[in-house]
């Protein structure tokens, strides 16, 4: 990879590129540090130091922002009403025919798609906005001299509301902003700008971690010291698998039939069909986080229950270091990457192509035993993908549970699958970028 970039670096054009996207990424945390009138960032980030540290929903979003939510800036939302509106119309493309003709009509469709696509987002960013707006409201905490302070600095009356539509529209703002640098990003820059974006919030937590990993060190060094220096290693070792894994695919053989056509041959090449491990990505990874975030958002925005209710009960059930909450967290991750694997690969259409093309899979016979050997190959990788995902996905529950000191810790599980696999989704655009200008073509 650095070798890939330090060549990319000596071609001029490409080295265009990489500093229009630095530039895009240094802007993004300029904006990750300026705060929203009428807050107060102090009470916030105490907030959400209590109750966003706990590998949770909160916890998640305030990683992928780059820790801009708990600081009250405008760069709160970050990408996630994109990203959610992405996947609401991904699904939606698989459900809906209008859409389903839509993807299919090339270029012009897919820039419809995203125009829409766009469209939900701004939607999304309103709806994420309020309801932020509205756990800022319930944000207190005890000041040193006793008293409780509110994240909202304003009176009521005609100036609250006027501070509540600030507050909302800096918000809302800042997610279009972040959306539309992105797309710069991807238009000059290098690589997908959404993933860059949600890269370089994602990398900014990381010098906090290792911060709380030498504070913790210095302050108990008997205990934390190897505690720390197996993170490490474990991290590494876990980066390791991971791009193993993402790289890791099965290629079913094709074998094309042979035609003969006066005194020339054609067809009889042998190749494959390349089916990736890690074919869903973070997808159902999120899928299931947000499903299993529905009790602890309820909880934010009520009262705290009275101890040993069946609401309290429900509510520790379901709390990040719970043993259940693991289980069903990933089983729901096998569930939804099946789920996701189902819409994205069709065998029969497969089988079909191949049959229409002439071609086959050795020893199979074409048409439907050649879809069920496809469909049979698919699960079971899609177990082992499925499998991989929910291990990277349970191991900070099983830190957390191990020490609460290191539940803060964002380097870990899902970060650094998205971390590695956005880092892995740039280098080879760079090579790509490297291929098209050192080829020669058929004129030298």
């Known amino acids: 990879m650095f070798q890939t970039l330090r060549k ?9 590129k990489i500093l229009y996207t630095l530039l895009m990424i240094i802007l993004f945390r300029f904006g990750c540090a300026v705060t929203v009138p009428y807050l107060d960032p102090d009470v916030v980030k105490s907030w959400m130091t209590t109750n966003a540290s706990d590998g949770g929903f909160l916890d998640y979003l305030n990683t992928i922002t780059g820790g801009a939510m708990s600081q009250a800036t405008i760069f709160s939302l970050s990408i996630t009403p994109f990203i959610n509106a992405s996947i609401i119309m991904q699904l ?12 299919d009509e090339g270029e012009e469709g897919r820039k ?33 001299d006793g008293t409780i302070t509110h994240a909202l600095k304003y009176a009521s009356g005609g100036e609250g509301t006027f501070a509540a539509f600030v507050i909302i529209a800096c918000f809302v703002a800042g997610a279009l902003i972040v959306v539309w640098m992105g797309n710069r990003v991807s238009d000059k820059g290098i690589g997908n700008g959404i993933s860059i974006i949600l890269f370089a919030g994602i990398a900014a937590r990381f010098p906090t971690d290792a911060a709380l ?17 197996g993170y490490l290693l474990f991290i590494a070792a876990e980066i390791a ?12 053989p094709i074998q094309y039939a042979k035609r003969v ?28 986080m947000s499903f299993m975030s529905l009790p602890q958002t309820v909880q934010i925005f009520k009262q ?18 719970s043993w259940g909450y693991a289980v069903i967290y990933f089983l729901l991750i096998i569930a939804f990457n099946y789920f996701y694997v189902s819409i994205q690969y069709n065998p029969t259409e497969i089988a079909n192509n191949l049959r229409q093309s ?39 529950i099983f830190i957390s549970m191990a020490d609460q000191q290191l539940s803060s810790l964002s380097m870990g599980g899902t970060t650094i699958l998205i971390a590695v696999s956005v880092a892995l989704e740039t280098t080879r655009t760079l090579e790509s970028h490297l291929m098209m200008r050192h080829h020669k073509g058929f004129l030298q």
């Open 8 to 16: 990319a670096w000596g071609v001029p054009e490409i080295r265009k």
């Open 92 to 103: 939606l493309t698989y459900a809906l025919p209008p859409l389903e003709r839509l993807r």
């Open 112 to 144: 419809k798609i995203d125009k829409i696509t766009a469209f939900v987002a701004m939607v999304l960013a309103l709806v994420m906005s309020y309801a932020y707006f509205l756990m800022l409201k319930r944000m207190n905490v005890e000041g040193t």
């Open 213 to 229: 990993l030498v504070r913790l060190t210095k302050n108990e060094p008997s205990k934390y010291l190897f505690v720390s220096l």
């Open 241 to 252: 698998f991971i791009v193993f894994m993402n790289e890791a695919e099965r290629r079913i």
């Open 261 to 288: 056509v006066g005194r020339k041959q054609y067809g009889g090449q042998k190749t494959h069909i390349p089916i990736k491990v890690i074919m869903s990505g973070v997808m159902p990874i999120i899928f299931a």
């Open 304 to 321: 705290n229950p009275k101890d040993g209710s069946f609401y309290a009960k429900f509510c520790d059930f379901f709390s990040t270091r």
């Open 358 to 396: 002439n071609g086959g899979i050795p020893g199979i016979r074409p048409g439907k035993p050649t879809s069920e050997y496809i469909q049979r190959v698919l699960n079971k990788i899609s177990l082992v993908g499925a499998i991989f995902l929910g291990f990277v996905a349970v191991i900070p």
